[in-house]
């Protein structure tokens, strides 16, 4: 445990870019040999879309780490929240640790978005992508990439995380995040298994179904337990699943860098209802 609390406590940053191109790569051909649909668009210019909205995260992430590090300094120092309060052994304070900053600083700020109608205005780029793969892991716009770092700072200062745990936290999390946008689905009996310990893509595939209610559901990033426990989880067949989000159905609203960077500051759109989008065009291969 001494070594994995070294590693991250001097994680290099070439490591940490490994761990997010590395996934992309890994799940991007995993995905390309067995996909659940069998998309009808082009792929290179979907994910490039994608990544470039992973690039003004990592701007944003870069430009407001200090605030991250300052904060998880800070509340080490002044014995400031849960993990300062008990004397954890180093397993139990990871596993603690992790649980207390997904719900936090992922479901928690999640959950607001759907709720807030100013934060969800922002956070619909990621559910206008009608094709869901990996790289839709990524797809946020960069006002929502700010709101979810106030999410992470405001986790760090409750829990009172040393910063080799935030870093523990944020691999695990964009590793769980690719996976589980991944354009795949896993047999029955392999989801039952992994959906005891972690969000898989069976579950999560479901938030991005188009229509309410089913898009306010299955919020959890890394853990599953949050959903369960506040009764938003929800099931639904893979072969059922229509992606995308019926106020902007059109491909010039979804498939454009301009487009979806102005999003936010359009008038806002009530949600349409059950009727399928005419540009999501998929066949599901199972």
Known sequence: ???????????????????????????????????????????????????????????VNFCLAFILLRTSDWTVKHQIGLLQWVNWPLWAEAIVGLLALDLVGAWLPHWTEHKVKFLWRFHLIHHTDAYVDTTTANRHHPGESVIRFAFTTLAVLLTGAPMWLVFLYQALSVMLSQFNHANIELPRWADRLLGLLIVTPNMHHVHHHYVLPVTNTNYGNIFPYWDRLFGTYHEMAGKDLRYGIDTHPEPHEHSHIGSLLKIPFQRYRSPVGESKPSSVKSESVT
């Not at 940053?13 to 790569?25: E, F, K, M, P, T």
């Not at 799940?27 to 649909?37: D, I, N, Q, R």
């Open 1 to 59: 445990m001494e070594r994995l609390v070294n590693y991250f406590e001097h994680i290099p940053s070439s490591h940490r870019s490994l761990i997010l191109v590395g996934g992309i790569a890994f799940f991007w051909l995993v995905e390309s040999a067995v996909p659940l649909f069998r998309f009808d668009y082009r792929k290179v210019h979907h994910a490039g879309i994608n990544i470039f909205f992973t690039l003004t995260t990592i701007i």
